[in-house]
T-cell receptor, first 109, second 115 residues
Framework: GGIITQTPKFLIGQEGQKLTLKCQQN?????MYWYRQDSGKGLRLIYY???????QKGDLSEGYDASREKKSSFSLTVTSAQKNEMAVFLC????????FGPGTRLTVL | AQKVTQTQTSISVVEKTTVTMDCVYE???????LFWYKQTASGEIVFLIR??????ENATVGHYSLNFQKPKSSIGLIITATQIEDSAVYFC????????????FGQGTKLSIKP
């Protein structure tokens, strides 16, 4: 078995601030993902990475950067937080089926 | 372009009955993989069941089964003998064979099981 950890669990930021979310997995999976989930909505793909140092844009990549410097970790940066933004950011990794982390809940004041 | 659509926003059924949740998808690939996931009230997302497009038999896992209708680009999830614990949001997802990285989700269907 394995686990995906996301840090921090809660993130409060100010408008215009650059914010970084981190994700670690010990499944030894090649592919990792970042999704955004707004309240009561589905999951929208922000970035994914099929191997170390690879980055692929999803449908919602504008306003975000990502980094995959190690196989086990995948970081997401909100380049300029938007006022009153609230969402949960979910990290996932996969071999066949995806496994999800517990999420980072972002609130922008 | 890849797209997954779940038109049912919410469903409510009585415990121990059977429920079907709909999902349709769009893809240009002839080979693809379809998935259903469950998100509980705590926010946890877990994998339930998978259908590979080249397989004609409908997948079954426990009390979950799929109704795969390839000509209609449809993959319905059937839950038999529903239990209160099945109350959750269910997401359909698709991954194309030639773009193995990208996994796209539908909007989700909220299932409520009443006693």
């Amino acid at each position: 078995g394995g686990i995906i950890t996301q840090t921090p669990k809660f993130l409060i930021g100010q408008e215009g601030q650059k914010l970084t979310l981190k994700c670690q997995q010990n499944f030894n999976h090649d592919t990792m993902y970042w999704y955004r989930q707004d309240s009561g909505k589905g999951l929208r793909l922000i970035y994914y990475s099929i191997t170390e140092n690879d980055l692929q844009k999803g449908d919602l990549s504008e306003g975000y950067d990502a980094s995959r410097e190690k196989k086990s970790s995948f970081s997401l940066t909100v380049t300029s937080a938007q006022k009153n933004e609230m969402a949960v950011f979910l990290c996932a990794s996969r071999y066949a089926e995806q496994f999800f982390g517990p999420g980072t809940r972002l609130t922008v004041l | 372009a890849q797209k997954v659509t779940q038109t049912q926003t919410s469903i409510s059924v009585v415990e121990k009955t059977t429920v079907t949740m709909d999902c349709v998808y769009e893809t240009r690939d002839s080979s693809y993989f379809l998935f259903w996931y469950k998100q509980t009230a705590s926010g946890e997302i877990v994998f339930l069941i998978r259908q590979d497009s080249y397989k004609k038999e409908n997948a079954t896992v426990g009390h979950y089964s799929l109704n795969f209708q390839k000509p209609k680009s449809s993959i319905g999830l059937i839950i038999t003998a529903t239990q209160i614990e099945d109350s959750a949001v269910y997401f359909c997802a698709m991954r194309e064979f030639y773009n193995q990285g990208k996994l796209i989700f539908g909007q989700g269907t909220k299932l409520s099981i009443k006693p």
